[in-house]
């Protein structure tokens, strides 16, 4: 019988993690969150169901502390030739059980990209943070704190808008940041947080990317407030809220890379975001062909499976090169973010505007074909016992994140058609 590892990776270029990595997850995943993921909705503000997960996936199988160098405790994977397609398996395993999960665990690496990722890894914040993620065996969350009251595609929009509308300042003072401002929606925000990654700007309206600072940020620094998370949709797991930085002062060493390469090396930040978001839908939509195919295996019409009539058949093999599509693009993309020395560095704004491609893409063709898969099963469909509601719910969020299709669509038509003002 044909299963989820069926579906096409590319064999030639997985890391050398891939297969150990993949296994432990998987188990994780089928022991520690399918079981009770039904039950994440409604633990959406405590999370008394949801925190032993993450308790065992990052702080006891140690997945929290991947990024930092080996000597610091971590795994070495920020300066491996392999993060892209090792974070690949290892976020879509985590997916197909839960993507909220999957987003918030991804969402911890997201901010420390910018100091454990060679060629700029910032080797004294890598001692000065490593200790927190590396020596405990709780979970442990990092937020990448951009979005703000005003709007959040403006501030990924870094080609055209160059952090111009960043309302969050960070005045040097002495040998200390000084920050004021407002976030919200991060995810891992909502009071779960215990470092932020804050995009900030010292010289507000400036289009200067010098001017473009990224600062990390102790949650427990004087000064920070989190609210509480909102609650949404669906991806539970995930908690969202404000954030509120009033004269809250960090060492003038928490600033990620300096002047004009905070903006540049965001970009990347940009990019793994893209990567990350293609495994939560290609991850989810493994689950979903699981799901299915006990439906259409089990439900009969006119005494036959569901699956051997000619209309369902065509449903289920769209839905299935769909899914066969959206894996190899997603694994050709942390090819292209392994090796630099191909495709382009992770920065730049072609590796970062097709990775916008690829991940409205992914979003698109998945919230379609959730919309059939429910059609298929009817009322079955809605039914929360078999949990295809569920990844509709939380594949339309990814879909939203990110400044959204329209900004996807933006970055795309400015590379390939050279668009000026966009
Ligand atoms: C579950 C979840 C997790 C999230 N995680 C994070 C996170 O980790 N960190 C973080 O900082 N934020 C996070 N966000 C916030 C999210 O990234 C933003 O909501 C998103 O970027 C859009 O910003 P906005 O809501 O302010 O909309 P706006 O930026 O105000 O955009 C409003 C509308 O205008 C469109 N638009 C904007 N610019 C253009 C343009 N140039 N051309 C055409 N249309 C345009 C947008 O696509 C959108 O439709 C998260 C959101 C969710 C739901």
Not at 261 to 284: C, H, T
């Amino acid at each position: 019988m044909h299963t989820i590892d069926d579906f096409t990776r590319p064999r030639e270029y997985l890391s050398p993690l891939d297969e150990y990595m993949g296994k432990i997850v998987r188990d994780w995943a089928e022991k520690e969150v399918i079981p009770f993921r039904r039950n994440y909705d409604e633990d959406w503000k405590e999370h008394n169901i949801i925190e032993p997960a993450f308790d065992k996936l990052m702080g006891e199988l140690g997945m929290q502390r991947v990024l930092f160098p080996e000597d610091l405790g971590g795994w070495g994977l920020g300066h491996s030739h392999y993060i892209g397609s090792a974070s690949f398996r290892m976020f879509e395993e985590v997916a197909r059980a839960d993507s909220a999960i999957a987003v918030a665990f991804g969402v911890v690496f997201w901010p420390l990209i910018m100091i454990c990722n060679k060629p700029h890894v910032n080797r004294r914040l890598c001692e000065e943070f490593s200790p927190l993620f590396c020596q405990t065996d709780k979970a442990v969350f990092a937020a990448n704190a951009m979005t703000e009251p005003q709007g959040g595609a403006d501030i990924e929009n870094l080609d055209i808008v160059k952090g111009t509308t960043i309302e969050t300042t960070a005045i040097l003072e002495g040998d200390e940041w000084v920050i004021n401002g407002h976030k919200l929606w991060p995810t891992n925000s909502g009071g779960i947080a215990d470092l932020f990654g804050v995009v900030c700007t010292t010289n507000p309206g400036s289009d200067d990317v010098n001017d473009f600072a990224f600062i990390f940020v102790p949650a427990d620094t004087p000064g920070v407030t989190q609210g509480g998370p909102y609650q949404k949709a669906g991806m539970a797991a995930d908690k969202n809220g404000d954030i509120w930085f009033e004269n809250v002062r960090v060492p003038a060493f928490y600033r990620a890379c300096g002047p004009g390469d905070d903006y540049k090396y965001f970009k990347e930040v940009i990019s793994f975001g893209n990567l990350g978001s293609i495994s939560f839908v290609s991850g989810a939509m493994l689950n979903v062909y699981e799901i299915l195919r006990e439906f259409v295996d089990t439900y009969f019409f006119k005494g036959k499976p569901l699956k051997e009539h000619d209309a369902v058949a065509g449903v289920l093999a769209d839905l299935a090169k769909d899914i066969e599509i959206i894996r190899i693009i997603g694994y050709q993309y942390a090819r292209m973010i392994d090796r630099p020395d191909i495709y382009g560095d992770r920065w730049s704004d072609e590796i970062v505007a097709k990775g916008r491609a690829y991940k409205y893409f992914a979003c698109d063709r998945a919230v379609e074909d959730l919309g059939k898969a429910m059609n298929l099963m009817e009322s079955y469909g809605s039914e929360r016992c078999w949990d295809i509601e569920k990844h509709w719910r939380d594949l339309k969020i990814v879909q939203l994140w990110m400044g959204g299709k329209q900004l996807c669509q933006m970055e795309t038509a400015r590379l390939f058609f050279d668009c000026q003002t966009l």
